[in-house]
């Protein structure tokens, strides 16, 4: 075993040094007409995107703004609308039109009243 050691160690020592090794410095290989027209036709489409993402986001924008609008106006018609028929079921409740019968000295005859269901 020991021999076998100094066996490896004599080899190891017999390697001769080894150059170091020079790093080599390439130049940047120059882009051609076509990659060039490819990188900027890329950029242009990407750009295109941008600005869409951004167009359709305020589009949605607006329209969600128009749409609260229009909502709130539809509710407050539907309160109006609402508010007038009570007034006109007030206004032609069979109290109300006694009411302003005995204003206006006027009384109803039974005699001369006729039922349309019958």
């Known amino acids: 075993m020991a021999q076998n050691a100094y066996q490896y160690t004599s080899t190891a020592e017999a390697l001769p040094l080894s150059q170091p090794k020079t790093r080599i410095k390439y130049k940047a290989a120059r882009w051609t007409r076509k990659e060039r027209m490819m990188v ?20 949605a924008n607006a329209a969600r703004t128009t749409t609260q609008t229009m909502q709130s106006k539809i509710d407050d018609t539907k309160q109006a609308n609402d508010a007038l028929r009570t007034d006109i ?11 302003v019968a005995k204003k206006y000295d006027m009384s109803l005859s039974d005699s001369n009243v006729r039922n349309v269901n019958q």
């Open 40 to 59: 900027a036709f890329v950029s242009a489409v990407v750009m295109v995107l941008m600005v869409g993402v951004v167009f359709s986001s305020m589009q």
């Open 89 to 99: 079921q007030n206004k032609t409740s069979k109290k109300n039109l006694d009411e």
